[in-house]
């Protein structure tokens, strides 16, 4: 199962755009990337998803370099409401069974 | 189209006693998850199951937890002889049927309290 290694915490003011990178040097080749939110005292919430280049919705950008070793969650204009855990995931069905793999997330502190 | 819902929210049981997580997934669902996730800590997964069937159980502790999703009803987590170390937030995720579950949908929680 492919290891991701992202920062412990970022800091950041309101209006900035934030970025968080995550590694998975040893991503597989149907592995897909996802990133969730979880806010204090709730669960996790999906945020976006990708296999390569660039997805956009309209919470969140994501890029994804063409090696795939890493990943970089793209915030534009952060508010205090971002403040929250955000994790990044590799894998997918057929890899794991289902199940999520959770690391330990990176803990965004947006200040006024 | 409500969410995952999860009761309690917040449970409180003396050691030895026995806990009762309940999971309704949302409508259309039928893959049901349990993570665990101890204070300060991310999320573990604990058991994967669809409707009548444990699918995986590969993080579930061996003696004194089980779970199960009946063909009719909510899905259950149980603890039995609850001890201090079980002091948690157990979350349940469902996913649609289909061949991804990257994406799943999870409910806000039960908080066990053991005292």
């Known amino acids: ?112 | 189209n409500a969410g995952v819902m999860q009761n309690p929210r917040h449970l409180v049981r003396r050691r030895g006693q026995e806990a009762r997580l309940r999971c309704s997934p949302m409508k259309g669902h039928s893959h049901v998850y349990w993570y665990r996730q101890l204070p300060e800590e991310g999320l573990k997964f604990m058991v994967y199951l669809q409707k009548e069937n444990i699918i995986d159980e590969s993080g579930m502790p061996k003696e004194r937890f089980s779970a199960e999703f009946p063909k009719e009803g909510p899905s259950i987590l149980r603890i039995q002889q609850v001890v201090r170390g079980d002091s948690a937030a157990y979350f349940c995720a469902s996913s649609p049927p289909g061949p991804r579950v990257d994406e799943q949908f999870f409910g806000p929680g039960t908080r066990l309290t053991v005292l």
């Open chain 1, 1 to 112: 199962l492919a290891k991701t290694t992202q920062p412990i915490s970022m800091d950041s003011y309101e209006g900035q755009e934030v970025n968080i990178t995550c590694s998975h040097n040893n991503i597989a080749t149907n592995d897909y990337i996802t990133w969730y939110q979880q806010f204090p005292s709730q669960g996790p919430r999906f945020i976006i998803q990708g296999y390569k280049t660039k997805v956009t919705n309209e919470v969140a950008s994501l890029f994804i370099p063409a090696d795939r070793k890493s990943s970089t969650l793209s915030l534009p204009r952060v508010s205090l409401s971002d403040t929250a855990v955000y994790y990044c995931l590799v894998g997918g069905f057929y890899n794991q069974g289902g199940k999520l793999i959770f690391g330990q997330g990176t803990e965004l502190s947006v200040k006024p």
